[in-house]
Every structure is written in C-alpha cells, then in structure tokens.
C-alpha cells in the first residue's frame, strides 16, 4: 500500500510521506504483561528506509508497551533508531523519506478497542495525531509557523479537535497551563518575537490543545540551555499529571531520565538492548552498554587530600551502520567483555528481573 | 577591578594570556525610529590563563563566552581594554605580527563536520597548517604529519583518506592534530565536544587533557556543559549577559558556589540518579543582551534578589583562595558538601 498524502489540513506536525505497511511478524516478547490494560503497544517494530545505498533498517525488532499515565524515556545515541521508533507510531517521517514499517503498533482507543496503527491508512491515522496522540520536537522554531501568532496556532488546533469550545479563552489558558507568563498580552505574539525555550511551551500548548492520552516528546530540551531545560522537563512532570496522559521521551541523555520516567528503554543500533524500572536501570544496570553509557559521563571526584581524581572512560569506536552488522551482538565491537561468542550466536532480549526487566546480552548473569 | 584579577596562587608565573577589562559591543540594526540598540556582548571581562593552565568558561547561549574566546585569538577585535599575549600587548598588532602570533594561539571548534574541507585528504589538510608557518622541507612536513596522526589516535595510514571517511569523534582529532601542528601555547576550544555522541565525548576529552600536559598547553576550555568543564579545567569562569559572576578554581566553584547563579546553573544539571529536586531553581530565561537588567544583570532570576540589586551594581570581590564573584548579598550559604 503506497499513500503519498501530505497532511494537507495543515496539522502542526510533520506531513505523513509514502510508506508501506506489511503485517507484523512473530516477534520477541513484548515488554509487559499488562497487556489487557495498556496504552499502546509496539511489537517487533521494524522500519527501514530505502536509499540509495539500499535499505536500511533504522529499527529493527523493537516491543515496547505503555500504560495510561505511564512515562517511557526511550535512550539511546545517534542512529540508535530511538527517534524513528516514535516517529513509526504516527508515520511522521520527513517529506521525501521512503519509509517502510513493519510490525505491529496497537493502540487503545478510550472505549476499550485497540487499532493497528502500522495497518492504517494515512485518513484513518490523521484522526489519531494531535487528537489522541501529540508530538512535540526537539527545534521548536522550525514546527512553528513565522506568519501566524501563537494564538492562532493555537487556535486552529482547538477549533479542528475541540470544535464548540472558546478558543479564544482556551488558548489563553493552555498558555497559562504551559507556564507562559502575561498569556493574554503573549498569545498575540508571533514565533519569532520569542525564545526557544518559550517557543517549545507553545509546542506543548498546542500539543495539549486536544488534550492527547499520549505525549511523544522527541528530544523535546536538547536544543534549550540547562536552566531552561531544567524548567521545561518540570513543566512536562506536571503537565502529565495535570492532564492525565501517557509520555513518550527520547532522549539520548541518560541524566534526564531519572527525573521523568517510570520505566526506561536503552536502545542500541536499532534494537532494544535493556528495558525495566528506572530505579533498577539507573542503579543496577544489566548491559554492558548501559553501563558504559552511565560511565562514560565525565567525573571529578575530591579527595580529602586535596588531589583530584579526573574519570573519563570513554567507549571505544562508534556505533556501527544501520544494517551494517548481520550476525551477533551489535555491540559486540566496542564491549569490554565480550568472547568469540557474542560476535556469532543471536541474541534475544530476555526477562532478566519479573515482571518487566529485559537485556539483551549473552552474558549478563555473568556480569551481574 | 583589574586589580583583584591578580590570583593569589603559590606559585605564580607571568600569565600567557591577560585580558584587561575587555568589552565589547555590536550595533545592532536600527529598527524604525529608535536608536540603533546596542549589544553589549562582553563587558569589562579580565582574565588570565597561566602557561599550561586550563581555564574553563562556562554560561548560557547569550553569556558572550564565544565572543570572549574570539575576542582572545583576536578573530574579533575587543570595543575596549587590552589583551595581552606572553607579556606583549597584542591589542593592535596586526599583519605579519599577528600571523606569527596564530602559531602560539589556536582554536578548536564544535562541529568538526564544518571545520574540515571535504575536498582535501587529511593529511594535505594538516600539512597546509605546516606549510602557511613555515615548516618548509617536504620530509619534514611528511613526518610530522604522521606524528600528528598518531598523537591523536589516528594511524599515519589515514592521511590519505577523504574527510567523509571519518566518524565525528575522528573529524574531532583531525581538527585538533591540525591545531596542534604549529605547536601552539595556548588552545581555545569552542564547545569542541558538543556535536558528538557522550560515547565518543570522553575520549576526546582524555585526549585533550593527555595532550594538554604533555604540551604544557595553556587552554581556554569553553562549553555550556558543566560536567564536561568539571573535568577539564583547573580554574572556572562563569559569565552571565557578557559579565563575569564568579571564577574560582574547579574544585571550590563545583563544592562551594558562591554565586547564585553558579548554584542555579549547578542546581538544573541533570544528573543519572534520582534524587531530591535542585535545592536553587532558576526562573524566566537569560534577558536580552541588547536591554541587560539595570544593577545586577542576573537580578531579574536571582532567588535571592533584594530591592538594592537593581541599583547596585556589584563590583568581583575577591574572597580569598583565588575565588572570586559579583554579588551583593554576603549572607548567602549556597555551598554543596562534598560528594
């Protein structure tokens, strides 16, 4: 199935791009057992994209799930396929990317149903973006329009998913919501009369405008200084409660993780290579990559004696190529306890700690 | 205020880089009727970086640390104050003066896929360097090439490869064999980490400390990551709207703020543990450069701020121990244990 639509109803996200949609294969275990009860669940999520040096495989066998209210922090580095998970789930790709997604993504509607998000047409999908599920992004100068104000952003996105209400007063208090201070005099204002960190409140004022049970939040402070993104990941703690809706955060920086999530997933060259708690993961993590992720965060320790001790551990190499590496572990290359083999046999991700703690290493009890 | 630059730090060398009171303004364009506004992007900033020291400068998008270490190469001239280099002022110099000074002073900068020409092999793109400052026997040039390449954890093999055959943390090294090439005295590294993964951060920051004392390298470390200028830098300067709020050595600024801002900047850090919330948190953001707060520029997100900041403007007090900052309240106990 090929749909080239463009989101042509001028919806504040990303315009859907062609794309094809196979039936999802018999995957790998999903990452919960309360799968009556979630959100959304993704399973065995594949998504390649065709270029000229062939397909690549951004993601490839991802599940995750996420309950109602629940925050997942997905982490991982560039070309760790963590964005392109969250943009699989609404097909939000760049206009001229030939995406292709695999698997299934289901989705609980409020009346209890679930709809494969990976099996529906680009129509179909469109109701489900903004109205049940919003993203927001890492640049919010560039997913803002120069020429219209806040306000009417705003607006237009009330009046097409809350048809009937105020706008004008709505908007207001979605302003106010979002922290922005004097909104009735700053709801006339246009993107550029603003900071970045008070444009990517606007993103999330818009995002909230159909109050969504799914916030994706796409690196939504990486382009923000500390103190303003200090604010912003406090603003997102609150609004989640305030409104009552799942979030979705990627994020390539583990140090964010552990003032928002319930539950975190650590990708790796497109798959997931540890999942669980964010306590358990933080604190006793299973991976190795994780660990050296955690690691390889400069440190000065102080002596009492006055010496310092400088730690700096770097991981070796870079992370390989999508599709680059087709037999064993995929960070197998740049592991310091890997044996002959970690490059051979494959590597499923298993329950490590019940109920829902995964790794996907052939040694972690070893390491333990 | 010069004169409480002066580090009472046993033993103390002759600086290799002074700033004295360096300012400086851009005029921004007119916009219809008013006056053209004014960006006072620096304002009456001294510091000094002794042979071999590394001075870290860290502050919000906004703060001027990128013009300051512009203003020090002099890639962009200083409105006003002076800036000398090994002793000279070097303020005015020009011509073949000032060339001669680029092989002692040179600069790393954060995209290392924009520093590098993509149409020139490695190795033509570090013996270019050789060849402008005078290293003029081929053979020479061919070996120190090699030796570059090596110093930086490349192999001398990849000199001839293409730019695009690199990785970041590798164009990184490139970029930093070809400032080191004309064995310079002091390095300004603009947020030379920033673009890459925090994987491949580490290792060039331990290649550049391995470097920096193998050199006896004096280097202006600039980032807005205090984690990674925590590590990095024997003394600490935190700039806020173009002014100096505090400097002190590493150890006393990370341990024991003494500014609030520094404390807020410290505060909103993440860090990979749960813990309690930031015991400081900053409000609004950074105001405009072209219309700064009258008295304290950092009153309007202060916690602490008294009806006598906005009149007062507070002068860098020296508190002893190298540890210096601009602020008016005395009272304030902003300090963290130690870890």
């Given at each position: ?12 996200v990303?315009?859907g791009?062609?794309?094809t949609?196979?039936p ?10 309360a799968?009556?009860?979630s ?12 270029t000229?040096?062939?397909r690549?495989p951004?993601?490839?066998?991802v599940?995750?799930?996420l ?8 982490v991982?580095?560039?070309?760790s ?10 097909r ?18 409020a009346?209890g ?11 179909a ?7 049940e ?9 560039a ?5 219209f104000t ?7 996105a009330?009046r ?14 979605l302003?106010?919501?979002?922290g922005i ?15 970045g960190g008070?444009?990517q ?11 969504p049970?799914l916030?994706?939040a796409d690196?939504p402070?990486t ?13 997102l703690?609150d ?19 552990a ?10 060259a ?10 358990q993961?933080?604190?006793?993590p ?11 965060r400069?440190?000065r320790?102080?002596r ?8 700096l551990?770097?991981?070796?190499g870079?992370?390989p190529?999508?599709g ?26 298993e329950?490590?700690r019940?109920?829902?703690?995964h790794?996907r290493c052939?040694?972690?009890?070893a390491?333990a | 205020?010069t ?5 009472p730090?046993p033993?103390e ?7 004295r009171?360096?300012?400086r303004h851009f005029r921004?364009p007119?916009?219809?009727w008013?006056?053209a ?12 970086i002794?042979p ?14 990128s ?10 001239e200083p ?6 280099f090994?002793?000279a002022d070097i303020?005015?110099r020009?011509?073949?003066g000032l ?6 002073m040179q600069?790393?900068?954060q995209?290392?896929y924009a ?5 020139r092999?490695?190795?033509d ?6 060849k ?7 053979t ?10 090596e ?5 001398a093999?990849?000199?001839s ?20 090439a004309?064995?310079?005295r002091?390095l ?6 920033s673009?890459l993964?925090v ?5 060039i920051l ?7 004392r193998?050199l ?7 980032s807005?990551?205090l ?10 300067m ?11 050595p590493t150890r ?39 219309d700064?707060?009258?008295?304290c520029?950092?009153?309007t ?6 009806e006598r900041?906005?009149v007062?403007?507070p002068r860098?007090e ?6 210096l ?6 009272d ?6 130690l870890?």
């Amino acid at each position: 199935m090929i749909a080239g639509a463009q989101d042509k109803d001028g919806s504040p996200v990303i315009a859907g791009t062609p794309y094809t949609v196979s039936p999802g294969q018999a995957g790998e275990p999903t990452g919960s057992p309360a799968s009556t009860r979630s959100l959304l669940e993704i399973e065995a999520l594949r998504t390649e994209f065709l270029t000229a040096r062939g397909r690549l495989p951004a993601v490839d066998g991802v599940s995750l799930t996420l309950s109602p209210g629940e925050t997942l922090a997905v982490v991982g580095e560039s070309g760790s396929g963590k964005s392109v998970t969250a943009l699989s789930i609404l097909r939000l790709f760049n206009r001229g990317d030939r995406a292709h997604v695999h698997g299934a993504i289901r989705w609980r509607l409020a009346d209890g149903s679930t709809l494969d998000l990976a099996q529906l047409a680009e129509p179909a999908l469109r109701s489900i973006r903004g109205r049940e599920i919003a993203v927001i992004f890492q640049d919010p100068g560039a997913s803002l329009d120069p020429v219209f104000t806040v306000g009417s952003q705003i607006r237009e996105a009330l009046r097409k998913h809350r048809p009937g209400e105020n706008a004008e007063r709505t908007a207001v208090e979605l302003l106010r919501d979002v922290g922005i201070a004097d909104p009735e005099r700053r709801v006339a204002a246009y993107p550029h009369q603003l900071s970045g960190g008070m444009r990517q409140r606007v993103m999330i004022a818009i995002a909230l405008a159909c109050r969504p049970r799914l916030l994706i939040a796409d690196e939504p402070t990486t382009a923000l200084d500390v103190t303003i993104q200090a604010q912003i990941m406090r603003l997102l703690a609150d609004l989640k409660n305030q409104y009552g809706m799942a979030l979705l955060f990627i994020t390539h920086d583990l140090g964010l993780v552990a003032e928002i999530a319930d539950r975190v997933a650590v990708m790796y060259a497109g798959q997931v290579v540890e999942s669980g708690p964010v306590d358990q993961l933080l604190n006793h993590p299973l991976h190795p990559y994780t660990r050296a992720l955690l690691e390889c965060r400069p440190k000065r320790h102080y002596r009492d004696s006055g010496e310092d001790e400088r730690v700096l551990l770097p991981i070796p190499g870079a992370p390989p190529r999508p599709g680059s590496i087709e037999r064993g572990c995929r960070f197998a290359a740049r592991c310091a306890h890997r044996e002959a083999r970690c490059m051979l046999d494959t590597v499923d991700l298993e329950l490590a700690r019940a109920p829902d703690a995964h790794v996907r290493c052939l040694r972690w009890r070893a390491l333990a | 205020m010069t004169g409480s630059m002066r580090l009472p730090m046993p033993p103390e060398p002759p600086p290799l880089l002074a700033l004295r009171e360096v300012s400086r303004h851009f005029r921004l364009p007119r916009e219809d009727w008013a006056a053209a506004p004014v960006l006072r992007a620096l304002e009456s900033v001294s510091l000094t970086i002794a042979p071999g020291e590394v001075l870290g400068l860290v502050g919000e998008s906004g703060s001027g640390k990128s013009t300051l270490g512009r203003v020090a190469l002099r890639l962009i001239e200083p409105t006003s104050g002076t800036i000398e280099f090994e002793g000279a002022d070097i303020t005015a110099r020009t011509g073949r003066g000032l060339r001669e000074l680029r092989a002692r002073m040179q600069m790393v900068f954060q995209d290392p896929y924009a520093s590098l020409n993509p149409k020139r092999r490695v190795g033509d793109a570090i013996d270019e360097v050789l060849k402008l400052h005078g290293v003029s026997a081929p053979t020479e040039r061919t070996e120190r090439v090699a030796k570059l390449l090596e110093q930086v954890g490349l192999s001398a093999d990849d000199r001839s490869r293409w730019p695009r055959e690199f990785s970041g943390g590798q164009r990184q090294r490139i970029a930093i064999a070809r400032a080191l090439a004309v064995r310079p005295r002091l390095l300004v590294a603009d947020e030379p980490v920033s673009a890459l993964d925090v994987s491949v951060q580490a290792g060039i920051l331990a290649l550049l400390r391995s470097l920096q004392r193998e050199l006896n390298l004096a280097m202006l470390f600039i980032s807005h990551d205090l984690s990674v200028v925590e590590v990095m830098a024997d003394r600490v300067m935190v700039l806020y709207l173009g002014r100096v709020m505090e400097v002190a050595p590493t150890r006393a600024l990370y341990t024991a703020p003494r500014h609030p801002y520094t404390a807020g900047l410290l505060a909103a850090a993440p860090r990979a543990q749960r813990g309690g919330r930031p015991a400081v948190v900053l409000r609004d953001e950074i105001p405009s450069p072209a219309d700064p707060p009258s008295g304290c520029v950092f009153r309007t997100r202060c916690p602490f701020v008294q009806e006598r900041c906005a009149v007062e403007t507070p002068r860098l007090e020296d508190l002893g121990g190298g540890h210096l900052r601009a602020c008016l309240r005395n009272d304030l106990d902003l300090g963290r244990p130690l870890s």
